[in-house]
């Protein structure tokens, strides 16, 4: 058995998970050339939340914040999340969006794109797969774990094997909500490394209280990489410490490599963010907290938090427990999807609905809708009719690829984006999140020029 290799998340998904994607860049900045030198296989510094987090909360230009990292990680690869067919966005994008979107990823500084779909549809990872293999990328191909009548060890194993076959460079097991227990993850692993030859990768959460003890459980059974996050903005919702799963490690034949004290400098560093993030609210002691009850609901933190939003904002926080008894049943009613962004979102928010209106399907979200139209893709269990019915009448649901449906985009994006062009990447940015882009950008240009976005030097300068 090899070392285990430690894939980095603190600057991802670690402040994705606990404070919303609320880590700006200027924080991160001081310790980025420490984490450089710490050994690490990668670092997951960009995708997920952040794109749409830089834009929309920080004033910050998510391609800008690639940049200045890549500039200071020049020797750890870097890597993001990138959700298949809806990149970092929450619909389905045509084909030509997809691959201009990995092209100038890797341009900017990214090296291994984990690409994902959230019904575990192969056909919505494709176009991502070929481009990130055009453009010299490592291609992570991840399947979202989840748990119901499908979801066999088998049927893991089968979609792995699948996703080899399609180039992916190395797999991930991607458990979003905390849902892989230790002795089956052991059992995964193990099936995973029988029917695959590329390195095998697991990602979890703490949600459940598990994580350690999966991680663990995964590097016996031969797991390659794990995602862990450096101890102040770890557990809860986030990964499991870095340094104490270096320490389990060290001195066995499983040694990771990294120096404890090489961790340390940079733990100081974010202890102290931690505390700022504290006092100001961002980090919520409830996101920190064990809930064993993600076993049972299969909610990842994120959803929780977005349910117990939605119920507040309808002075109905008291109906929780039976929102969250009803996700399951509408997961099942839409065959089984794994509860990741956006299915989640989509799930969550109709269980919402479908509580609050007193009668199941009463209100019906066009999301939802969506999802039994086949928009988002194949389930992975068939829908049933009378449900499909009951949501869309007498429509014939979306057989094919969804994107099959969807004609190229890029031209038509450009030619609507006119004079807010600084930089090709911008139609990339108009094309996930318009309205948030154009806010972003018209502000861009008061910093730059100092004028009116609809004057005539405005529309006059860096058009393409």
């Known amino acids: 058995m090899s070392k285990v290799k430690i894939t980095e998340t603190i600057i991802r998904d670690a402040h994705q998970s606990l404070i919303a994607t609320r880590m700006t860049t200027e924080e991160m900045l001081p310790v980025l050339e420490s984490m450089d030198k710490v050994g690490y296989h990668s670092i997951e510094a960009w995708g997920g939340a952040t794109f749409d987090s830089c834009l929309r909360f920080l004033g910050e230009d998510p391609w800008e914040r690639l940049r200045v990292i890549r500039d200071k990680v020049k020797n750890t690869k870097l890597q993001m999340l990138f959700r298949g067919q809806n990149i970092l966005g929450y619909r389905h994008y045509a084909d030509d969006v997809v691959a201009y979107f990995v092209q100038k990823s890797i341009a900017n500084g990214i090296d291994i794109l984990r690409i994902f779909d959230a019904l575990n549809d192969p056909r919505n990872l494709k176009t991502a797969i070929d481009a990130t293999r055009r453009e010299g990328g490592h291609v992570q191909a991840a399947f979202s774990y989840t748990t119901g009548p499908c979801y066999t060890v088998e049927y893991y194993a089968q979609y792995a094997k699948q996703l080899e076959e399609m180039g992916a460079d190395s797999i991930c097991i991607k458990d979003m909500a905390g849902l892989l227990k230790p002795f089956d993850a052991y059992d995964l692993v193990k099936a995973i490394k029988g029917a695959v030859k590329v390195p095998v990768q697991l990602h979890t959460h703490y949600t459940s209280g598990l994580a350690s003890m999966t991680l663990l459980k995964a590097v016996e059974a031969g797991v390659d990489v794990i995602d862990t996050a450096l101890s102040p903005l770890a557990m809860g919702t986030s990964q499991p410490p870095t340094e104490s799963l270096v320490a389990t490690l060290a001195g066995t034949e499983y040694d990771t490599g990294i120096d404890l004290a090489d961790l340390d400098a940079i733990t100081k560093h974010f202890t102290a963010l ?24 299969q909610v990842p933190g994120g959803m929780l938090s977005n349910l117990m939003r939605q119920l507040a ?18 997961r099942a009613d839409v065959g089984y999807p794994p509860l990741v962004t956006p299915s989640s979102q989509i799930v969550g928010t109709q269980a919402v609905f479908n509580v609050l209106g007193g009668e199941r399907y ?19 269990m068939p829908i049933d009719p009378d449900v499909t019915k009951r949501i869309i009448g007498d429509e014939q649901p979306i057989t094919c690829r969804p994107a099959d449906n969807i004609p190229p985009e890029l031209d038509a994006l450009r030619a609507k984006l006119g004079g807010y062009y600084e930089q090709e990447e911008d139609v990339l940015t108009y094309a ?27 529309l006059g300068v860096h058009t393409v």
């Open 313 to 330: 904002d309808a002075g109905k926080s008291h109906l929780l427990t039976e929102v969250l008894e009803e996700v399951p049943r509408v």
């Open 432 to 458: 996930l999140f318009e309205q948030v882009a154009l806010k972003f950008f018209e502000e861009r240009k008061k910093k730059l020029y100092g004028i009116d976005k609809n004057s005539d030097a405005a």
């Open 274 to 297: 931690r505390e700022k993030y504290l006092a100001s609210g961002q980090l919520d002691v409830k996101a920190l907290k064990v809930d064993v009850n993600a076993l049972r609901y």
């Open 362 to 380: 009463k209100m019906v979200t066009k999301e939802f809708k969506g999802v039994v139209r086949g928009e988002y893709g194949k389930t992975p």
